[in-house]
């Protein structure tokens, strides 16, 4: 055809493309078999990378026929209890050829050494394979609460799984510092910048004693990063660039790494979930993109790797089309756009350049405060309560409309969605796969062979009573059947478990604003009563997710209840005797993973036995309507889900339920 260059001509007038960032999609859940065919699929699709979530008895050291894995096995992420499901979860996929992302920071030495084990039963070199293990402690205390053991020991782990790596896997990323939990739990920019920053520091520090100085630089530059985007893309934008440039500095100023590239600042990104909305979840579209934009378009500040959620993860656990749909996003910007033929875009911009400084000089702050405190790990406490105000802050905000959310607390009347008839949106786990789950691991412990598990099981205990790199024992163990559980179990038994702290202090804050009528409904009320209106609020089950019951619990206190709120993983039974032992007027629980019909159950079922029928119970998580009204169904009596946005309402209805008349 006229015009056309003859099939056989090279064309030398096309722009040169930067190569795309790694397209990931995180997932799992239910089985390992149905993860394997979720990540088949989505790599046929044109995923290039896998990032595995794994359910909460998994991240926490529970097999799944442990009572506080009761209702969470397969909810939030797939299940994996020893080298049979590892080695389902990854057939026909192999390894060698793989970049694998595995969000697990307790178990990490232990997911990782099951990864080795199904490797090499594959015949991979196990030096040539490539990934991360999040393997993040630190946040695990501040924001998702995933944690085992106390900060000390948990940061040997850490630093342990990097030793290990740099003698044995040189291509896997044995640290992803992860702030992404922070933001969701509210951290400012600057909080975000400098609490990710003081926990890379302290794990390198820690790590300078594990391997020899020549080989020093070349780990810092596997430190990797995980950051979160949010809506407000120019100041993200700003972040990323901001962190690029303080880490650069670090490595230069702390530990003297002359290398570039050993200075480079890599991180992978999953953009932000706070802000998706249960109203008008279509819109979470927009939003997906527009996050996804601060990290790309900036070249020199751009991620090496992108997971998106999916436009329905504030409704419940996204369907294969939704990954796939934002899988698709991806893919647009990267091939159809002219992104990636272009240098950076914002160099020499005045404004770019004045926002990245503040963002620095503000981190900068931060860090000097923590280092003065002895550290990330000396400033946990001080770290958690910076969080846990700042989220109230974001709160009122919106609250007050300050803050604009469309949807949320502006132009709320709109058309419902279609996207969400039918199935309402979402998947559901079957709930016949935690007892599936059950049985073949019952199954796995009666065939493999008693003796070479307590001999592994002694080995690891020995390895981390002595302080020697639990992973060649890990790795042993791993082989050798032992469970999540057991393996977890020895590092209880040795290190001993820890309750991080919730950040939520006894005292009021200077925040009352705005609430003088409620203070003065709680003061009625408590008059009624006889003594302070007592507000018990829990979290059932695994999940760690406390962000909400966090700011119920200030909020509450703020307005003038005697509150008592214990932290996360409790049991039914636990907060029901806590109830009792305070004589609550109400009882709050808090439930993000999907785990709430059971849980729920089972504490209605209790308080009735302990004579509290009486008693009001809410619950708040992400629950879908037909699920809200069996809660109902059990005697709860209020329900509230993420839309619930107006807290104060929520204080007027516990004031309500604890003496009706006082809110008369």
């Given at each position: 055809m006229e015009g056309r260059p003859p099939m056989t001509e090279t064309r030398t007038d096309l722009p040169v493309r930067d190569k795309p960032w790694l397209f990931r999609t995180y997932a799992g859940h239910s089985t390992?078999?149905?993860?394997?065919?979720?990540?088949?699929?989505?790599?046929?699709?044109?995923?290039?990378?896998?990032?595995?979530?794994?359910?909460?008895?998994?991240?926490?050291?529970?097999?799944?026929?442990?009572?506080?894995?009761?209702?969470?096995?397969?909810?939030?992420?797939?299940?994996?209890?020893?080298?049979?499901?590892?080695?389902?979860?990854?057939?026909?996929?192999?390894?060698?050829?793989?970049?694998?992302?595995?969000?697990?920071?307790?178990?990490?030495?232990?997911?990782?050494?099951?990864?080795?084990?199904?490797?090499e039963e594959q015949g991979a070199d196990i030096s040539r394979l490539q990934g991360t293990v999040q393997n993040d402690l630190v946040k695990e205390y501040l924001s998702r609460g995933t944690y085992i053991c106390p900060p000390k020991p948990s940061l040997a782990m850490i630093t342990d799984v990097a030793a290990y790596t740099r003698e044995h896997l040189p291509k896997w990323n044995p640290m992803n510092v992860c702030s992404y939990h922070l933001q969701e739990a509210g951290a400012t920019p600057e909080q975000e910048l400098a609490f990710a920053l003081a926990t890379a520091i302290a794990v390198l520090d820690d790590l300078k004693t594990k391997v020899p100085v020549e080989a020093f630089p070349e780990m810092v530059g596997r430190i990797s990063f995980f950051v979160n985007a949010g809506i407000r893309f120019v100041t993200e934008l700003c972040k990323m660039r901001a962190f690029t440039e303080l880490w650069d500095e670090i490595c230069r100023e702390r530990y003297g790494i002359a290398e570039e590239k050993y200075r480079r600042f890599r991180y992978g990104v999953q953009v932000n979930s706070l802000g998706l909305t249960e109203q008008q979840p279509e819109n979470n579209v927009y939003r997906i993109l527009i996050e996804?934009?601060?990290?790309?378009?900036?070249?020199?500040?751009?991620?090496?790797?992108?997971?998106?959620?999916?436009?329905?993860?504030?409704?419940?656990?996204?369907?294969?089309?939704?990954?796939?749909?934002?899988?698709?996003?991806?893919?647009?910007?990267?091939?159809?756009?002219?992104?990636?033929?272009?240098?950076?875009?914002?160099?020499?911009?005045?404004?770019?350049?004045a926002k990245v400084e503040a963002l620095k000089n503000g981190a900068r702050s931060e860090l000097a405060q923590i280092e003065a405190m002895g550290g990330a790990i000396a400033s946990i406490d001080y770290m958690k309560s910076r969080l846990v105000e700042?989220?109230?802050?974001?709160?009122?905000?919106?609250?007050?409309?300050e803050t604009i959310v469309v949807g949320v607390n502006r132009w709320q009347q709109g058309e419902p969605s279609p996207l969400t008839a039918g199935d309402g949106g979402i998947m559901v786990v079957d709930p016949a796969v935690e007892a599936e789950q059950v049985a073949r691991l019952a199954e796995w412990r009666a065939e493999r062979d008693g003796a070479r598990v307590s001999a592994a099981l002694e080995a690891l205990r020995l390895a981390a009573s002595k302080g020697e790199n639990v992973m060649p024992a890990s790795i042993e163990a791993a082989r050798a059947g032992v469970t999540t559980g057991e393996w977890a179990g020895v590092m209880r038994a040795v290190h001993g478990e820890?309750?991080?702290?919730?950040?939520?202090?006894?005292?009021?804050?200077?925040?009352?604003?705005?609430?003088?009528?409620?203070?003065?409904?709680?003061?009625?009320?408590?008059?009624?009563?006889?003594?302070?209106?007592?507000?018990?609020?829990?979290?059932?089950?695994?999940?760690?997710?406390?962000?909400?019951?966090?700011?119920?619990?200030?909020?509450?206190?703020?307005?003038?209840?005697?509150?008592?709120?214990?932290?996360?993983?409790?049991?039914?039974?636990?907060?029901?005797?806590?109830?009792?032992?305070?004589?609550?007027?109400?009882?709050?629980?808090?439930?993000?993973?999907?785990?709430?019909?059971?849980?729920?159950?089972?504490?209605?079922?209790?308080?009735?036995?302990?004579?509290?029928?009486?008693?009001?119970?809410?619950?708040?998580?992400?629950?879908?309507?037909?699920?809200?009204?069996?809660?109902?169904?059990?005697?709860?009596?209020?329900?509230?889900?993420?839309?619930?946005?107006?807290?104060?309402?929520?204080?007027?209805?516990?004031?309500?339920?604890?003496?009706?008349?006082?809110a008369q």
């Open positions: 390992a078999r149905k993860s394997n065919e979720l990540y088949r699929t989505n790599l046929a699709k044109g995923q290039t990378g896998l990032s595995v979530a794994f359910d909460l008895p998994t991240q926490t050291g529970y097999d799944s026929d442990h009572i506080l894995a009761r209702g969470e096995v397969g909810k939030v992420g797939v299940p994996v209890c020893h080298l049979g499901d590892m080695r389902a979860l990854f057939a026909d996929i192999p390894l060698e050829q793989m970049n694998t992302s595995m969000t697990i920071n307790a178990t990490a030495p232990w997911l990782l050494s099951l990864y080795i084990a199904v490797a996804m934009l601060a990290v790309t378009l900036s070249k020199n500040a751009r991620a090496r790797a992108v997971q998106l959620p999916a436009w329905n993860e504030a409704l419940g656990l996204p369907r294969p089309w939704d990954q796939q749909w934002s899988l698709r996003m991806q893919q647009i910007m990267a091939y159809e756009t002219d992104l990636l033929e272009y240098g950076d875009l914002f160099d020499g911009n005045p404004a770019v350049a700042a989220n109230a802050a974001r709160i009122g905000r919106i609250e007050a409309e820890y309750r991080g702290p919730t950040g939520v202090a006894s005292t009021p804050s200077n925040r009352t604003e705005g609430l003088d009528d409620i203070r003065e409904a709680v003061e009625q009320a408590s008059r009624k009563l006889g003594r302070r209106l007592k507000f018990v609020v829990g979290k059932p089950g695994l999940d760690g997710h406390s962000n909400g019951a966090e700011q119920i619990a200030f909020r509450a206190r703020d307005c003038g209840m005697d509150i008592t709120y214990e932290g996360i993983r409790l049991t039914p039974e636990q907060i029901v005797a806590r109830a009792l032992e305070e004589n609550a007027h109400v009882v709050g629980v808090s439930i993000l993973s999907g785990s709430h019909l059971p849980l729920v159950e089972e504490l209605m079922e209790r308080m009735r036995e302990a004579g509290l029928a009486d008693v009001p119970v809410l619950v708040g998580g992400i629950i879908p309507d037909d699920d809200a009204r069996r809660l109902m169904g059990y005697g709860v009596a209020r329900v509230y889900t993420p839309k619930d946005f107006e807290l104060n309402r929520i204080m007027m209805d516990i004031v309500g339920l604890a003496v009706p008349q006082a």
